[in-house]
């Protein structure tokens, strides 16, 4: 009897500690899967040097493409239409990538999983903020935001930027203006005023822009 008791003993034990390691190793799987996910960064494929020359023209107007990454087009739960899109007021935050002037049709430069279809031709990021007006997102013609835009040029944040204010419209290859309010680096004490164009839509469903601004001071 006592040997029957120790047998069943010793073999609880062993499931006790089979089940034991078995938890342990799942355990250790799952922080090694969550630590071997990686996080998305920006790609850039210049310097802020390079990029600023690359949309500098002789005269000093700064010309360039952005393609949005609607991915990360985030919106607040209200103010929203009856379809769950933003309606007036409502405010948003989104990025996406900077590219020399020309490089983009209006369909492209970003692919729908959110990265950049030419990611050798980055030149930095866009971040734009700001509210809904007009009829949200429903605005067929005229101004559907009003927006801040920061253009950060190069793979450091902040070392040089240059930001834009202004209304954007939802018309096509229709330019709308924007006023200069300033940057970092070079642009720490740019003034002007420039042209924002929709051409299109990427992939991601974000809007392709194309620009060309006047800057003043620097």
């Given at each position: 009897m006592v040997a029957m008791f120790t047998r069943n003993t010793l073999v609880l034990l062993a499931l006790i500690a089979m089940i034991a390691l078995g938890a342990l190793a799942s355990g250790l799987a799952a922080v090694t899967g969550a630590a071997a996910t990686p996080v998305a960064t920006p790609i850039v494929a210049m310097s802020a040097d390079e990029a600023i020359a690359a949309i500098t023209a002789d005269d000093g107007t700064l010309r360039f493409d952005v393609s949005e990454d609607a991915t990360r087009f985030v919106f607040?739960?209200?103010p929203v239409h009856d379809?769950?899109?933003?309606?007036?007021?409502?405010?948003?935050?989104?990025?996406?990538?900077?590219?020399?002037?020309?490089?983009?049709?209006?369909?492209?430069?970003?692919?729908?999983?959110?990265?950049?279809?030419?990611?050798?031709?980055?030149?930095?990021?866009?971040?734009?903020?700001?509210?809904?007006?007009?009829?949200?997102?429903?605005?067929?013609?005229?101004?559907?935001?009003?927006?801040?835009?920061?253009?950060?040029?190069?793979?450091?944040?902040?070392?040089?930027?240059?930001?834009?204010?202004?209304?954007?419209?939802a018309d096509l290859n229709v330019p709308s203006e924007r006023a200069i309010s300033g940057?970092?680096?070079?642009?720490?004490?740019?003034?002007?005023?420039?042209?924002?164009?929709?051409?299109?839509?990427?992939?991601?469903?974000?809007?392709?822009?194309?620009?060309e601004l006047t800057?003043?001071?620097g």
């Open positions: 607040a739960p209200q379809d769950g899109m933003p309606a007036y007021g409502n405010g948003f935050v989104t990025q996406g990538f900077i590219y020399p002037e020309g490089t983009l049709d209006g369909t492209n430069g970003v692919l729908a999983d959110g990265s950049p279809e030419f990611p050798d031709q980055v030149l930095g990021e866009w971040t734009c903020r700001g509210w809904f007006v007009g009829d949200g997102a429903h605005t067929t013609t005229g101004a559907w935001v009003i927006t801040t835009q920061q253009y950060n040029f190069g793979g450091e944040v902040g070392d040089a930027t240059l930001i834009t204010e202004g209304y954007e419209i940057g970092t680096g070079p642009y720490v004490a740019a003034t002007g005023a420039g042209e924002q164009t929709l051409l299109g839509f990427n992939a991601s469903e974000g809007v392709v822009l194309r620009f800057v003043q001071g």
